[in-house]
């Protein structure tokens, strides 16, 4: 479903109407910054223009001698604003922060951007192509990539916006307040079409979300499809644990602590996986001949992320993992 | 030297039929002009240049307002669209308001102000011109091949990968105008460490050349690293190199690094040298000292060496790392401070002042309002909460262009009225010029605030068509763009008329103070015919006495 | 009018060019460094994600020539600089003149060398375009657009500096006004500048895990 959504509800467009866990703390912010810089730039406005009345010339209140010695209020003007600031940066990057942490039992979402259209799909395989269906309430963690240009999921209602850059996973989450529809717009210029990229956030009660999504055409779920092509591509020749070849367990390796052949070490995460599948030679682990060949240009975006879907079947996340997405 | 107590007004010329002879009678063949070593004619040659690049730019704005009128993409194709405001960030940005203030008025005023014959390399100055018209040229035949639809920012890999449209040519033309900037900076820092008058110590300069100063070490650092940028781009474009584009093993974060930072310094190249501008006028026209004038030249550094650090707050949504973001946002909170400290400044300048209200103090008092609302917003982007929801929607749109047009673009405007008289000699009608200057800061605030509402309401930037929702918003900011263009063509106007008119300016019609004003107007090639007095304090304006009239001296011609 | 003394305008410090041309020098070599700069932070990144790449095209590059190279403008940097030495004493013009010529010609050897370099990196196949023989080696092909960027653009460089030092021998030869002590000295910071350079380049492009 390409071209303009129209909507029904104009919940996702006031800003006071948000819809999501994040929109009031983020209207709060907004609000205060909106008194705050608002009543600075009324304060310098009236100063003007009551300045401008008061002592024009031929008033003749003027006084030449005056404003001569200014430290204490240049310090005081300068002092006053900075710790403001540093408050209001402390503000802003506390919520900031918590867009980076995922809960545990976020559900997960693959989001493939492309020019120009959203593809999306569940862990049970469901696909959607320019629409979300989400249940109220429950955190939904996107795991996000594109397949040519730097696109960029934006969700207004939601207050949230992430950049889905090619070659990389970027991650996004969020726990829907509000049923309806809520617009989705791709917010990075990607070229021609960049203004149709739009799609609808559609969130359900959790008892009809769960309906929808068993209600697609019988398909493997995401993890399910992922196995199949772990096999199909011959991963599970060398990574299972009775193959002849010697290569890393990947068991529960989301998440996990690796050591790397040069001394470094990482936690695994979906970047990592995707890294290990497509330029094998970047981060060999250590004890392991680098000899895993590369399957770039075998797999499809889509494919990678079922197979990281699978990964993570294979093994409890790290509680409190990292939005793993993010570098 | 004495100290000057008093800036007499000399508004009108003494009225003897043949003025001495100026610059401007210094060969009037067409050749004399392309080949001069004179600042102030290569003042003109880019001022005669920048307006033509700015009306093109104008242009493609009024087709972008007009399409955006309606939500529907039916003026224009979407291809054609994204061209234009391609062209009209390019041309404003590079061909318009980087040069702008610099080029013309610190080329003419520069010298002047310090009590020098000319810059110190003038031949480059003049390279620095033909530079920049053949960098201007080259991005208008990428515009006559079909344009470029990548946006000023060229975003990998899409500018590199995926656009079909005359990216190679159009950064080619930017990096040749680069060249121009730094030639011109390299000129300028020279200039004011070795050929101040004597006397002349830093902290008697007057802060517009401070300003400039600061802007050409800028121009000097910053610049290098858009070439390289462009260099890269236009490599990976040709060559297929995956430098940037990840399906070739490169990353697209790396071209935004190297982009952003020059990209972001090049505000503060727009905006340092307009502040400068506004601190000449302010002082003029309340007839008082600056405020705090060595907190002023501070404030200056200070934004031009914190600005450095900031640019990764055009990045927090792009997925660089959250201690990248952390960092970033912090030091973009603490460079408003001394802009905050300049704003202030200014407004305590005109406390018990004896204020004119001539078109260049409107400007000036039009520059700080728009400007105050312009760093205001500022804040709200370099939030990072905030941002997640604002970065690449008309909120952002709107915030910059309160800077650079309510800002840089109005401090053009007050540059060009306030010393007008001094390099033509002649006075442009006041009254046309307040009518000038009150549409314009009407006609914009129409034009731009509806923008933050609409990027409040989530409206994307760069979009050719939107949803019907924003129509009302869309619609009030083209109408305003209505009387915002109204406002930019009446200078032309009246300007052309100004130049033929018998009524020429005296020496010092504002009653300024400033070394330039102690010449002619408008000067003679060699810039004094005496040695000009160096002020004991650069902004020591006398007590208010009989205001000024517009009558000429006994004896003059009247206009 | 102010009232202003009689005299007329004299511009300030009118035997400034010295001062002027060296500081104007230092000013341009800033923006070089930053030109570089943005160049070597390119590498700097891409080294980060592919070291075995690097080291693997590292190891392709001539090792021998490009330390030949190194020796031949460092030398030529000592050379330069004993011609700014005789620049100071108008009586040794003719070795200033001798010595800015040696220096060009070492600036020519140098560029001779990378020619031949660059002809069998051709041969070779290392040119990052189709038939790229280190293809199937990640970051190799990064590499190799590095090096040709990064040591061409030092390449042009030293031939605007062979030029304007060619320039300034035959100037000093038939004893020119304008070719002063300071402005050769700016011309030899412009020669030292393209030196530096090449130092800072010769390791990272020749010796990324030499021993493998």
């Given amino acids: ?327 | 030297m004495s100290s000057v107590a008093e800036a007499t007004i000399d508004r009108v010329g003494d009225g003897s039929a043949a003025p001495a002879p100026s610059y401007l009678d210094d060969g009037h063949s067409l050749r004399s002009w392309l080949t001069t070593h004179d600042h102030k004619r290569i003042a003109i040659l880019y001022a005669i240049s920048i307006t033509v690049f700015f009306f093109i730019g104008g242009l493609a704005a009024t087709l972008i307002r007009l399409e955006l009128a309606t939500p529907a993409g039916d003026l224009v194709s979407h291809d054609t669209y994204n061209k234009l405001f391609t062209a009209h960030g390019v041309i404003m940005v590079w061909l318009f308001l980087i040069p702008s203030i610099p080029s013309v008025f610190g080329n003419f005023l520069v010298p002047l102000m310090i009590g020098a014959r000319d810059l110190a390399f003038p031949r480059l100055n003049l390279l620095s011109w033909y530079l920049y018209v053949l960098g201007g040229l080259i991005v208008l035949v990428a515009l006559a091949l079909g344009g470029v639809d990548t946006g000023w920012t060229f975003y990998a890999p899409y500018s590199t990968m995926f656009s079909n449209s005359w990216v190679a040519v159009t950064l080619v033309g930017v990096f040749v105008v680069g060249f121009s900037s730094i030639l011109t900076g390299l000129n300028f820092i020279v200039t004011v460490h070795t050929l101040r008058a004597p006397g002349l110590g830093w902290f008697k300069l007057p802060l517009f050349v401070w300003a400039h100063y600061a802007t050409s070490v800028i121009l000097v650092l910053a610049t290098p690293v858009l070439a390289i940028t462009t260099l890269l781009v236009v490599a990976e474009r040709l060559l297929q190199i995956g430098v940037f584009d990840p399906a070739h093993g490169g990353d697209p974060l790396l071209f935004q690094h190297l982009f952003w930072f020059y990209s972001h310094p090049a505000v503060y190249i727009m905006v340092l040298p307009a502040m400068g501008v506004v601190s000449e006028i302010v002082p003029c026209f309340a007839r008082k000292r600056i405020f705090g004038y060595r907190f002023m030249a501070y404030a200056i550094l200070g934004i031009a060496s914190i600005g450095f650090l900031v640019w990764g707050h055009h990045m927090f949504v792009s997925g660089q790392s959250l201690a990248a973001s952390l960092v970033f946002s912090l030091l973009s909170f603490l460079v408003a401070i001394p802009s905050a400290i300049k704003v202030f400044n200014w407004t305590a300048t005109l406390y018990k002042g004896s204020i004119r209200f001539d078109a260049p103090m409107l400007y000036a008092l039009g520059f700080i309002g728009l400007f105050t609302v312009g760093g205001l917003t500022g804040l709200f982007v370099a939030s990072l909460a905030l941002d997640v929801h604002l970065t690449d929607t008309y909120f952002v749109v709107a915030h910059f262009h309160y800077i650079m047009v309510g800002g840089s673009v109005m401090a053009f405007f007050g540059a060009l009225h306030f010393w007008w008289p001094k390099a033509t000699g002649r006075l442009y009608p006041e009254v046309w010029g307040r009518i000038a200057a009150v549409l314009i800061f009407v006609g914009f605030n129409l034009t731009f605030f509806p923008q933050f509402l609409l990027g409040m309401r989530g409206m994307p930037r760069r979009y050719h068509a939107y949803p019907a929702e924003f129509h009302q918003l869309h619609m009030a900011s083209s109408a305003g763009a209505v009387v915002l263009a109204l406002g930019y063509l009446l200078p032309l106007f009246y300007f052309s008329y100004s130049l033929r008119s018998a009524c020429r300016a005296g020496a010092n019609p504002f009653g300024a103070l400033g070394i330039e004003w102690q010449t002619r107007s408008p000067p003679p090639t060699h810039n004094f015919d005496r040695t000009p007095v160096v002020p004991e304090h650069v902004y020591d304006y006398a007590p208010p006495g009989p205001r000024p009239t517009r009558a000429p001296a006994a004896g003059a011609k009247a206009s | 009018m102010t009232a202003a003394t009689a005299a007329a305008f004299v511009p300030a410090d009118v035997a400034h060019d010295g001062r002027a041309a060296k500081l104007g020098m230092w000013i341009f070599l800033a923006t070089e460094l930053l030109f570089f700069g943005g160049l070597l932070v390119a590498y700097a990144y891409a080294r980060t994600h592919w070291p075995e790449g690097f080291a693997i095209a590292s190891r392709r590059t001539d090792v021998v020539l490009g330390t030949v190279n190194t020796g031949v403008l460092l030398t030529s940097s000592a050379v330069i600089a004993f011609a700014v030495a005789c620049a100071e004493d108008p009586a040794q013009r003719r070795w200033t003149a001798r010595a800015l010529a040696l220096t060009a010609v070492l600036g020519v050897v140098f560029l001779a060398v990378k020619g031949v370099e660059y002809a069998h990196e051709w041969r070779e196949h290392l040119f990052p375009l189709a038939g790229f023989a280190l293809a199937d080696v990640a970051g190799a092909g990064l590499f190799f657009l590095l090096y040709f960027v990064m040591t061409g653009l030092h390449a042009l460089h030293l031939l605007i500096g062979i030029a304007g030092v060619c320039v300034f021998a035959g100037a000093t030869r038939i004893a020119k006004p304008w070719a002063t002590a300071p402005r050769v000295e700016a011309m030899a910071l412009y020669w030292h500048f393209v030196d530096v350079v090449w130092i800072l380049l010769y390791p990272l492009l020749y010796l990324v895990e030499r021993h493998a």
Wanted: net charge neutral; hydrophobic share 45%; aromatic share 10%.
């Fill in chain 1, 1 to 327: 479903m390409s071209g303009i959504v129209d909507l029904a509800s104009d919940a996702g467009l006031s800003w006071l109407g948000g819809a999501s866990s994040v929109a009031p703390r983020y209207d709060l912010l907004f609000a205060a910054m909106v008194l705050l810089c608002g009543t600075v730039a009324l304060g310098v406005l009236v100063a003007i223009v009551a300045f401008s009345i008061r002592y024009r010339a031929g008033a003749g209140r003027g006084d030449a001698a005056a404003g001569r010695r200014t430290r204490a209020i240049e310090i005081a003007w300068t002092v006053t604003p900075l710790v403001i600031f540093i408050g209001l940066f402390v503000w802003a990057a506390h919520d900031f922060v918590a867009l980076y942490r995922p809960p545990a039992d976020a559900l997960p979402v693959y989001v493939v951007a492309k020019q120009w259209m959203w593809k999306l799909q569940h862990r049970n395989g469901r696909r959607e192509i320019n629409e979300l269906h989400v249940p109220l309430g429950q955190p939904v963690r996107l795991l996000m990539t594109s397949q040519d240009a730097i696109h960029s999921f934006f969700v207004p209602a939601f207050r949230l916006k992430q950049d889905v850059v090619p070659g990389r996973y970027t991650g996004l989450w969020f726990t829907a307040t509000k049923l309806g529809e809520f617009r989705l717009f791709c917010a990075e210029y990607c070229g021609t079409e960049h203004s149709q990229m739009l799609g609808r956030i559609v969130v359900l009660p959790p008892a009809e979300y769960a309906r929808w999504l068993g209600s697609g055409s019988e398909q493997p779920s995401l993890a399910q499809y992922g196995f199949a092509r772990f096999r199909a591509l011959g991963c599970s020749g060398c990574h299972d644990p009775a193959s002849t070849v010697h290569a890393p367990s990947l068991e529960g390796l989301l998440g996990r602590t690796v050591h790397l052949q040069d001394g470094r070490t990482l936690v695994a995460d979906e970047n990592y996986v995707r890294d290990s599948i497509l330029v094998p030679g970047k981060d060999v682990v250590a004890g392991f001949a680098p000899v895993m060949p590369s399957f770039a240009g075998q797999v499809s975006e889509e494919d990678i992320q079922a197979l990281v879907a699978y990964l993570r079947s294979t093994g409890a996340p790290a509680p409190g993992d990292p939005q793993g997405a993010r570098r």
